[in-house]
């Protein structure tokens, strides 16, 4: 079974500032993928960044990097410069290779102006 | 830039009533999902549904609901008889094909708010 895990349900950060959420994984599966979305308070769900189990490189777009440490099975996501728009939940997710996308429970990032 | 279409945006029911959610996902994939959020928790999976047929659900997906692709394009999920506790965000997903090792992301409809009275 796949287990993905955010521990911290709500995150401050000034603005301008790099913000790290965090994410932990489990799963038997040798090849994943792994995502983060965003959901700012009108509720879609917003695509930010890839991370491909196999991927040697952490995966970078624009603002956002994913900080992939395999061994550790973690996949933070880090935001750099940090503006007021960033503001909203933001959520960890996985699939594996018989099943489909999981979610952790969420962040809640508030950006401090 | 293609889009998953959800309709209604917002679905006031009363309990016991039937109520069916649509999605009209991005033409050339082949594999719909849908995942329900219950206000300011976690987004939790359905079921999946590839080929004319249910691939995978979970635990929530019990015989009160249903899914169907009725006419090539709309792909549909029913809740046969509403309870108090469906009401949440229910939100319809797509992708061109099933892969872990490539970013083949899902593309996520904007939602349904499902308000049960």
């Known amino acids: 079974a796949q287990k993905i895990t955010q521990t911290q349900p709500g995150m401050f950060v000034q603005e301008k500032e790099a913000v790290t959420l965090d994410c932990t994984y489990d799963?038997?599966?040798?090849?994943?993928?792994l995502f983060w979305y965003k959901q700012p308070s009108s509720g879609e769900m917003i695509f930010l960044i890839y991370?491909?189990?196999?991927?040697?490189q952490n995966a970078t777009e624009g603002r956002y990097s994913l900080n992939f440490q395999k061994a550790r099975k973690s996949a933070n996501l880090v935001i750099s410069a940090s503006q007021l728009g960033d503001s909203a939940m933001y959520f960890c997710?996985?699939?594996?290779?018989?099943?489909?996308?999981?979610f952790g429970a969420g962040t809640r990032l508030t950006v401090k102006p | 830039e293609p889009e998953v279409t959800q309709t209604p945006s917002h679905q006031v029911t009363q309990m016991g009533q039937e109520v069916i959610l649509r999605c009209v996902p991005i033409?050339?994939?082949?594999?719909f999902y849908w995942y329900r959020q219950i206000l300011g928790q976690k987004v939790e999976f359905l079921v999946s549904?590839?080929?004319?047929?249910?691939?995978?659900k979970s635990e929530i997906f019990d015989d009160q609901f249903s899914v169907e692709r009725p006419d090539g394009s709309n792909f549909t999920l029913k809740i046969r008889s509403t309870k108090l506790e469906d009401s949440a965000m229910y939100f319809c997903?797509?992708?061109?094909?099933?892969?872990?090792?490539?970013?083949?992301?899902?593309?996520f409809g904007s939602g349904t708010r499902l308000t049960v009275v």
């Open positions: 997710a996985m699939r594996g290779e018989n099943n489909d996308m999981r």
């Open positions: 997903a797509s992708s061109e094909v099933r892969s872990t090792t490539v970013n083949y992301g899902y593309t």
């Open positions: 033409s050339n994939h082949l594999y």
């Open positions: 549904f590839y080929n004319n047929e249910i691939s995978e």
């Open positions: 991370q491909g189990s196999y991927d040697q």
């Open positions: 799963t038997s599966d040798p090849s994943y993928g």
